[in-house]
C-alpha cells in the first residue's frame, strides 16, 4: 500500500473511533433523562460487558470459561479487580501449558 | 444514580490512572501482539505504532490487519471500523448523565480515551461514590499509553515475542469485565436482562457483522431491563 494510503487510513480510522466515542454524549444532550431513561442506560451498559464477555466465552470455549468461572470466584471471594485477573491469566496459561492448545 | 456535582479534577485523573495500573500492565503484551501482527500483514512500524496512539481500539485495529494490503479499500475499512466500534456510542451514552454536566473541552477530553477497561472501571466507580470524571480519562490514559509502549515494542522486536496465549493474555478482558458485573448481578433480583443480552450476543454473533451482536445484545438487554422493572 502506498505511504499517503496507508496514513489516509490510519488517520480515517482515528476519526471514526473519535466520533463514535463522543456521539453517546452529543445524543444524550438531545434526550432528557427521564428515570425510565436512566433504567435503560444502566442495564444497557451493564449488557454490553456481559454480551462481551458471552461472545468471548463462545469463542475461546472451554480455556476461557475455566478462566473467567475462576476469575468470578476469585473477585466474590476477595472483591478485588487485580486478584481476579491474576488468576483468570493464570488460568489461560495453565491450560496452554498443560494442554498444548 | 446520582449525578449531582460532577467534576473533573487531576485528582480523579491520578485516581483513575492508579486504579487501572494493575489492567494497564497486562495491555502491553496485548499491544505487543497487535505490532507484531500489525508488521506481520504488512504494515510499516509507523502506521502501526500511530494507529494505536490515534485510533486506540484493540477491536478496529486487529480487524484492520485483517484488511491490511495493496488493495485496501477505505470505504470497507471505514464500514468495518464502525461496526466493531459502533458500541462505543453506546458507553458515551451510558456514561453522558456525569460527563454532559461539563464544559465542551472536559467532554472532548472524556470522549478522547473512551475504551471498554475504562468504562467498565468508570461506570461502575461514578455509579457508587464516585462524582469526579477525571477518573474515566486516568483510567483510559494509563491503558492507552501502555496499549502505545506494546505496540511500539511489537513492531520493533517483531516476533521474536511469542504467542500471547502462552501467558494467559488472550483472556483477561474477559475476565475483568465478568468479575465487575457478576457480584452486582448476584445481589440484583432482576437479572434476567443479563441473560436475555448474553443469549442475543450469542445467538445473533453468527449472523451479524462483527461487533454488532454486542450492539443488538445491549439493546435488548436495556429494553428487558426497563420491562421487568416497570412489571
Given at each position: 500500500m502506498s505511504e499517503p494510503l496507508a496514513w489516509l487510513a490510519v488517520a480515517m480510522m482515528a476519526a471514526t473511533l473519535f466520533a463514535l466515542r463522543y456521539a453517546g454524549f452529543a445524543i444524550m444532550r438531545y434526550v432528557r433523562i427521564t428515570p425510565k431513561i436512566e433504567l435503560f442506560l444502566e442495564k444497557m451498559s451493564v449488557s454490553v460487558l456481559v454480551a462481551i464477555v458471552a461472545s468471548s466465552l463462545v469463542t475461546g470455549g472451554f480455556r476461557t470459561a475455566a478462566a473467567v468461572a475462576f476469575g468470578v470466584a476469585t473477585m466474590l471471594a476477595t472483591k478485588s479487580p487485580v486478584a481476579a485477573m491474576l488468576v483468570g491469566i493464570g488460568i489461560g496459561a495453565a491450560w496452554v501449558g498443560f494442554t498444548g492448545v | 444514580m446520582t449525578t449531582a456535582s460532577v467534576c473533573m479534577t487531576l485528582s480523579g485523573v491520578v485516581r483513575g490512572a492508579r486504579r487501572l495500573a494493575p489492567l494497564a500492565v497486562f495491555m502491553t503484551p496485548l499491544g505487543m501482539a497487535y505490532g507484531v501482527a500489525a508488521i506481520e500483514s504488512g504494515m510499516s512500524s509507523a502506521h502501526a505504532i500511530a494507529s494505536s496512539i490515534l485510533v486506540y481500539s484493540a477491536a478496529a485495529q486487529f480487524t484492520a490487519v485483517d484488511f491490511w494490503g495493496p488493495d485496501i479499500s477505505l470505504v470497507a475499512l471505514f464500514l468495518v471500523t464502525l461496526a466493531v466500534s459502533a458500541r462505543h456510542v453506546i458507553m458515551g451514552a451510558a456514561l453522558s448523565p456525569w460527563v454532559n454536566q461539563l464544559d465542551a473541552k472536559r467532554r472532548i477530553l472524556g470522549a478522547a480515551f473512551l475504551s471498554d477497561p475504562n468504562f467498565a472501571y468508570a461506570h461502575t466507580a461514578l455509579k457508587q461514590n464516585e462524582n469526579d470524571v477525571g477518573v474515566l480519562v486516568g483510567a483510559g490514559a494509563i491503558t492507552w499509553s501502555t496499549w502505545v509502549l506494546g505496540t511500539a515494542v511489537g513492531a520493533i522486536a517483531g516476533t521474536q515475542l511469542g504467542d500471547p496465549r502462552t501467558y494467559g493474555i488472550d483472556v483477561l478482558m474477559p475476565v475483568y469485565f465478568a468479575a465487575l458485573v457478576v457480584p452486582g448481578l448476584l445481589s440484583d433480583t432482576r437479572w434476567v436482562f443479563a441473560v436475555v443480552a448474553a443469549f442475543v450476543a450469542v445467538a445473533s454473533q453468527p449472523f451479524v457483522?462483527?461487533?454488532?451482536n454486542i450492539i443488538l445484545a445491549a439493546l435488548a438487554g436495556g429494553v428487558v431491563g426497563v420491562w421487568t422493572v416497570d412489571e
Amino acid at each position: 500500500m502506498s505511504e499517503p494510503l496507508a496514513w489516509l487510513a490510519v488517520a480515517m480510522m482515528a476519526a471514526t473511533l473519535f466520533a463514535l466515542r463522543y456521539a453517546g454524549f452529543a445524543i444524550m444532550r438531545y434526550v432528557r433523562i427521564t428515570p425510565k431513561i436512566e433504567l435503560f442506560l444502566e442495564k444497557m451498559s451493564v449488557s454490553v460487558l456481559v454480551a462481551i464477555v458471552a461472545s468471548s466465552l463462545v469463542t475461546g470455549g472451554f480455556r476461557t470459561a475455566a478462566a473467567v468461572a475462576f476469575g468470578v470466584a476469585t473477585m466474590l471471594a476477595t472483591k478485588s479487580p487485580v486478584a481476579a485477573m491474576l488468576v483468570g491469566i493464570g488460568i489461560g496459561a495453565a491450560w496452554v501449558g498443560f494442554t498444548g492448545v | 444514580m446520582t449525578t449531582a456535582s460532577v467534576c473533573m479534577t487531576l485528582s480523579g485523573v491520578v485516581r483513575g490512572a492508579r486504579r487501572l495500573a494493575p489492567l494497564a500492565v497486562f495491555m502491553t503484551p496485548l499491544g505487543m501482539a497487535y505490532g507484531v501482527a500489525a508488521i506481520e500483514s504488512g504494515m510499516s512500524s509507523a502506521h502501526a505504532i500511530a494507529s494505536s496512539i490515534l485510533v486506540y481500539s484493540a477491536a478496529a485495529q486487529f480487524t484492520a490487519v485483517d484488511f491490511w494490503g495493496p488493495d485496501i479499500s477505505l470505504v470497507a475499512l471505514f464500514l468495518v471500523t464502525l461496526a466493531v466500534s459502533a458500541r462505543h456510542v453506546i458507553m458515551g451514552a451510558a456514561l453522558s448523565p456525569w460527563v454532559n454536566q461539563l464544559d465542551a473541552k472536559r467532554r472532548i477530553l472524556g470522549a478522547a480515551f473512551l475504551s471498554d477497561p475504562n468504562f467498565a472501571y468508570a461506570h461502575t466507580a461514578l455509579k457508587q461514590n464516585e462524582n469526579d470524571v477525571g477518573v474515566l480519562v486516568g483510567a483510559g490514559a494509563i491503558t492507552w499509553s501502555t496499549w502505545v509502549l506494546g505496540t511500539a515494542v511489537g513492531a520493533i522486536a517483531g516476533t521474536q515475542l511469542g504467542d500471547p496465549r502462552t501467558y494467559g493474555i488472550d483472556v483477561l478482558m474477559p475476565v475483568y469485565f465478568a468479575a465487575l458485573v457478576v457480584p452486582g448481578l448476584l445481589s440484583d433480583t432482576r437479572w434476567v436482562f443479563a441473560v436475555v443480552a448474553a443469549f442475543v450476543a450469542v445467538a445473533s454473533q453468527p449472523f451479524v457483522p462483527t461487533g454488532w451482536n454486542i450492539i443488538l445484545a445491549a439493546l435488548a438487554g436495556g429494553v428487558v431491563g426497563v420491562w421487568t422493572v416497570d412489571e
